[in-house]
Nanobody
Framework: QVQLVESGGGLVQAGGSLRLSCAAS????????MGWFRQAPGEGREFVAA????????WYADSVKGRFTISRDNAKITVYLQMNSLKPEDTAVYYC?????????????????????WGQGTQVTVSS
């Protein structure tokens, strides 16, 4: 198993930026894919972005494409989500997840991450 801890959330005005971090521990992450998901009040889990650990491939939800960037630091064993041009509809609890790097065609499907590891979440609030 992999233990994940998110940080970097907070309150920002529309148009502002935040960078979320997801630190991994307990097991090597080299064979994993990493993803970011979010859940707004009263709504279900939504896919945001993902990458293979090598950084060769990335995936983004249409709602964040061009505004958010997912990246990783091999030395720090940390995944980042840089969020620019934030909108009120981006307000949610953001979760980091890890799963085995397989079946890449399902990378953007939330149900495909069910058996993976999850962090505790970090709150992002964007005011108008």
């Amino acid at each position: 198993q992999v233990q994940l801890v998110e940080s970097g959330g907070g309150l920002v005005q529309a148009g502002g930026s935040l960078r979320l971090s997801c630190a991994a521990s307990g097991r090597s992450i080299s064979s994993y894919a990493m993803g970011w998901f979010r859940q707004a009040p009263g709504e279900g889990r939504e896919f945001v972005a993902a990458l293979t650990w090598s950084g060769i491939r990335t995936w983004y939800a249409d709602s964040v494409k061009g505004r958010f960037t997912i990246s990783r630091d091999n030395a720090k064993i940390t995944v980042y989500l840089q969020m620019n041009s934030l909108k009120p509809e981006d307000t949610a609890v953001y979760y980091c997840a890890a799963r085995q790097q397989a079946y890449l065609a399902t990378m953007t499907t939330p149900n495909a991450w069910t058996l993976g590891s999850w962090g505790q979440g970090t709150q992002v609030t964007v005011s108008s």
